[in-house]
């Protein structure tokens, strides 16, 4: 019985599909995917320049709060009191852990993976911008 | 099978591959468009509203469930374009013959016997005479006929189109084909 039913209403799959639908549609498509690129190009290119400015002072931050702990001092105990070291190595490891400037450490980490990540969609944006899918006649 | 190539197709476009959509695009606008064009009744509008169902694909195939049919995913959205649009007219009449507990007087006034193709087919003339008398059907049971059997899609996939318990559907389906018959049957008098 079904199959007399898809015979009874397959007169009405025959409706023209007007011309140039297809184009119209991707046409449409590429618009709004431009728009989208652009838009999203232009955020990450913002935030990229914004974390590559901030790198520079929070890496000098680091670089300065390592000095100021104490951090190195105790490191390069390793090269010259290596024995006493090993011999104390937890109470060793300790010192440095509590030296480390983490707090400092992390926003570094932080503004480098901001960085990555929002030049790796500002790549992917231009790629989208750059790339065509409507070709017209 | 089918699905098959569509999850393909969709997860090429998402790798970066952009020509993906363009197939996605060629494979189903056709099918869009006409699904588009009887459910909101021949309007002329059908040719926008397809542009902007493929726009809402677009900006929503993330979040398309791989699990499920990518065929139904778009006939839902396609679908929901089209109620969409019908309640900015204001002319969708979704519950005409239904009272505020849900009940749809007309069905329980019908018979439960079910018309044969040929029975209701031996009464119109044509293809023309079919579409009116579809486009007469209230849009819960038209929107059942035309997936079945335009879409050719079985109770399952309908039922997850619709987001309706496919005993519901199926039952829909029966209905509207009793209806069908019942408009054919008083339109000979006019």
């Known amino acids: 019985m079904s199959k007399e039913f898809?015979?009874?209403?397959?007169?009405?799959?025959k409706q023209e599909v007007p011309l140039g639908l297809y184009d119209d549609i991707v046409f449409k498509l590429e618009?709004?995917?431009?728009?989208?690129?652009?838009?999203g190009l232009l955020i990450q290119s913002i935030l990229s320049i914004t974390s590559l400015v901030a790198i520079f002072p929070v890496f000098m931050n680091v670089v300065e709060r390592f000095s100021q702990s104490g951090f190195f001092q105790y490191?390069?105990?390793?090269?010259t009191d290596g024995e006493i070291v090993l011999s104390n190595w937890k109470i060793f490891v300790s010192s440095l852990l509590e030296s480390a400037p983490f707090y400092e450490v992390t926003i570094l980490l932080v503004a480098i993976f901001v960085l990555l990540e929002s030049l790796k969609f500002a790549f992917r944006n231009f790629k989208m911008i750059q790339y065509r899918i409507y070709q017209p006649n | 099978m089918e699905n098959e190539n569509d999850i393909k197709l969709v997860s090429n476009?998402?790798?970066g591959e952009e020509d993906a959509l363009k197939e996605?695009?060629?494979?189903?606008?056709?099918?869009?468009?006409?699904f588009l064009f009887n459910y909101i009744g021949g309007s002329p509008e059908s040719a926008d509203l397809t542009q902007e169902v493929f726009l809402k694909i677009w900006k929503k195939i993330k979040?398309?469930?791989k699990r499920h049919s990518f065929?139904?995913?778009i006939f839902t959205i396609a679908r929901n374009t089209a109620i969409d649009f019908l309640r900015k007219k204001r002319n969708s009449v979704f519950s005409d013959f239904e009272n505020v507990d849900g009940t749809n007087m007309l069905e329980e006034n019908l018979s439960d016997d079910l018309p044969s193709a040929s029975e209701v087919f031996s009464k119109i003339e044509n293809a023309k005479k079919l579409k009116e008398e579809l486009d007469r059907l209230p849009v819960i049971?038209?929107?059942?006929?035309?997936l079945k059997y335009q879409e050719e899609m079985d109770f399952g996939e309908i039922s997850t189109v619709l987001k309706r318990p496919e005993e519901t559907v199926k039952s829909q389906h029966r209905r509207a084909l009793i209806m069908l018959r019942k408009n054919i049957d008083s339109s000979k008098f006019f």
Do not use: C, P
């Open chain 1, 6 to 13: 898809k015979h009874l209403f397959s007169g009405l799959e």
């Open chain 1, 31 to 39: 618009k709004a995917r431009i728009k989208k690129g652009r838009t």
């Open chain 1, 75 to 79: 490191l390069s105990l390793i090269f």
């Open chain 2, 13 to 15: 476009y998402l790798n």
């Open chain 2, 24 to 34: 996605i695009v060629q494979k189903y606008y056709k099918t869009i468009y006409r």
């Open chain 2, 63 to 65: 979040k398309y469930d």
């Open chain 2, 71 to 73: 065929k139904t995913w």
């Open chain 2, 141 to 146: 049971y038209k929107e059942v006929i035309m």
